[in-house]
């Protein structure tokens, strides 16, 4: 258990539709990454939050927003979503941008 | 974004030691190596980092070469808990770039 919580577990959903994704870092911890991970295009970096602010950002979509809130908690918004939407969801937090503790994941499906 | 070269996969048994090896030869003086693993449905979790010099910690070594432009991971002892993909990742501050990483198989 890395300490890092992200829910829900699994979501399925339509295309089309909107959905938020959660993730509560480690205590302590003020940086929050975000990942996805799908079949043919393995693990890749959407964005980086340190203490509410964005501070990195990668192949992140348009569609996508993400926000860290003053409990550090974090969350990331996938909006318009379409059949290749449909990935895993990793969750990172890290104490000093070092090593990097990631979530469980969240499984998204659109039908 | 510099890139490493790891092999697709490799398999070692039970009670053996495995030296898992990364090149890197476009890294720069500051990029730290990192070494992460993803066993089957769990997320990503990090096994250990350096920059220069070799590395030990509970889970594995890191030997890295003089010239920095490969490293290698060593599990002195592997168990069928090790089985998963390893990744090794130059880090230079921020993002993690993930590559395809080695599939570890352990047989016992």
């Known amino acids: 258990d890395s300490g890092v919580t992200q829910t829900p577990k699994h979501l399925i959903t339509a295309t089309g539709q909107r959905v938020t994704l959660r993730c509560s870092p480690r205590?302590?911890?003020?940086?929050v990454y975000w990942y996805q991970q799908s079949l043919d295009q393995g693990l890749q970096f959407l964005i980086q939050y340190y203490n509410g602010e964005e501070r990195a950002k990668g192949n992140i979509l348009e569609r996508f927003s993400a926000q860290q809130f003053p409990d550090l908690h974090s969350e990331l918004n996938l909006s318009s979503l379409e059949l290749g939407d449909s990935a895993l969801y990793f969750c990172?937090?890290?104490?000093?941008?070092?090593?990097?503790?990631f979530g469980p994941g969240t499984r998204l499906t659109v039908l | 974004d510099a890139k490493t070269t790891q092999p697709n996969s490799m398999e070692s048994n039970e009670e053996e030691p495995v030296h898992l090896p990364c090149n890197h030869s476009?890294?720069?003086?500051?990029?730290?190596i990192h070494w992460y693993r993803q066993l089957p449905s769990q997320g990503p979790e990090y096994v250990i980092h350096?920059?220069?010099s070799n590395v030990n910690n509970r889970m594995a070594s890191l030997a890295i070469a003089e010239d920095r432009k490969s490293s290698t991971l060593i599990l002195h002892r592997a168990t069928l808990r090790d089985a998963a993909v390893y990744y090794c990742i130059l880090w230079n501050g921020n993002k993690l770039v993930f590559g395809a990483g080695t599939i570890l198989r352990v047989k016992s």
């Open positions: 205590s302590g911890d003020l940086s």
């Open positions: 990172a937090s890290s104490p000093r941008n070092n090593e990097q503790f």
């Open positions: 350096g920059l220069t």
């Open positions: 476009t890294i720069s003086g500051t990029d730290y």
